[in-house]
């Protein structure tokens, strides 16, 4: 299957600061990337989809201003957590396409807000 | 109502029973449907699609009932490495954005 890579796999950061995530595309072209987020013991929820050289479309109730998201290139999706608090706290998952329908996942990253 | 519901479980399962999973969804529009395997602190992946007429892949075995909007995912001869959490997914715009339901939890026990 194609190949999807995160990074950092895992970050500690302080309350306040910004983080950003990579997620790479390996082998493939993806126009389009999901980013998730998981809590302890719950389910993936879509946070936002990318669109390379477009804006971001992001799920009822999670912030724009408080989730950015780029994607620069058909390669390259970037989220930037801002003013990170500890409610953030999470594993942040991305994923894209490269057969229809079939979704290959980054290997998460790991926040921890203090 | 949930998009897709499942059971979480936990099911704890002695090695080499048969074991079954179940998942409704909501949406009759939907169009494809996935079991994806999540082990903890990783990412999903996909164990297998899910078609109409059903299909099997080794010990694993899809099953898809539009008219009741139900799927679900049969695990033969368990083995410990199976041990994960299983997640009924579903593709309901027909682009490639994907519904998550819960998960199952499944421990198999020597």
């Known amino acids: 299957g194609a190949v999807v890579s995160q990074h950092p796999s895992w970050v500690i950061c302080k309350s306040g600061t910004s983080v950003k995530i990579e997620c790479r595309s390996l082998?493939?072209?993806?126009?389009?990337m999901f980013w998730y987020r998981q809590f302890p013991k719950q389910s993936l929820m879509l946070m936002a989809t990318?669109?390379?050289?477009?804006?971001?479309?992001?799920e009822q109730g999670v912030e724009k201003d408080k989730f950015l998201i780029n994607h620069a290139s058909l390669t390259l999706s970037t989220l930037t957590v801002t003013s990170a608090h500890p409610e953030d706290s999470s594993f942040y998952i991305c994923?894209?396409?490269?057969?229809?329908?079939?979704?290959?996942f980054g290997p998460g990253t790991r926040l921890t807000v203090l | 109502r949930k998009e897709v519901e499942q059971d979480p479980g936990p099911f704890n399962v002695p090695e080499g029973a048969t074991v079954a999973f179940n998942c409704t969804y909501s949406n009759s529009a939907s169009q494809s449907f996935f079991w994806y395997r999540q082990d903890c602190r990783k990412e999903p992946k996909l164990l297998m699609s899910?078609?109409?007429s059903g299909n099997e892949d080794g010990r694993f075995t899809a099953q898809l009932n539009r008219a009741s909007q139900y799927i679900s995912l049969l695990i033969r001869d368990s083995k410990l490495s199976d041990s994960a959490t299983y997640l009924c997914?579903?593709?309901?715009?027909?682009?490639?954005?994907?519904?998550f339901g819960t998960g199952t939890r499944l421990t198999i026990i020597p």
């Open positions: 994923s894209g396409g490269a057969f229809y329908n079939e979704q290959f």
């Open positions: 997914v579903v593709n309901t715009l027909g682009n490639e954005k994907l519904t």
């Open positions: 990318s669109n390379e050289g477009s804006k971001a479309t992001y």
């Open positions: 082998d493939f072209q993806a126009t389009t």
């Open positions: 899910v078609y109409s």
